[in-house]
């Protein structure tokens, strides 16, 4: 199993949003683990674990304004930490 990095926890603000496209979007393109996706059409919440959460944060900017964003380095947190 591949070890990802940081935990990626993110709002996406905007109009008619569809989380299931954004989902499947972020499937296809990012390397990650236990992806996280709830939301409506104005509102989509996001978690996700990846080495690269600028990559996903920089297409989640596409669809809508990105708010409450929250990174914490897995690795740190593991050896005792603050993450």
Do not use: H, S
């Not at 059409?41 to 920089?58: A, F, L, Q």
């Amino acid at each position: 199993m591949e070890k990802f990095k940081y935990d990626l926890e993110l709002l996406i603000e905007g109009q008619d949003l569809n989380y299931i496209d954004i989902k499947r979007y972020i499937e296809n393109n990012f390397k990650g683990a236990d992806l996280l996706i709830i939301g409506t059409k104005e509102v989509v919440r996001i978690r996700y674990n990846t080495n690269m959460p600028w990559k996903v944060m920089e297409f989640c900017a596409t669809q809508g304004e990105i708010y409450g964003v929250m990174i914490v380095n897995l690795v740190r947190q593991a050896r005792g930490l603050e993450g």
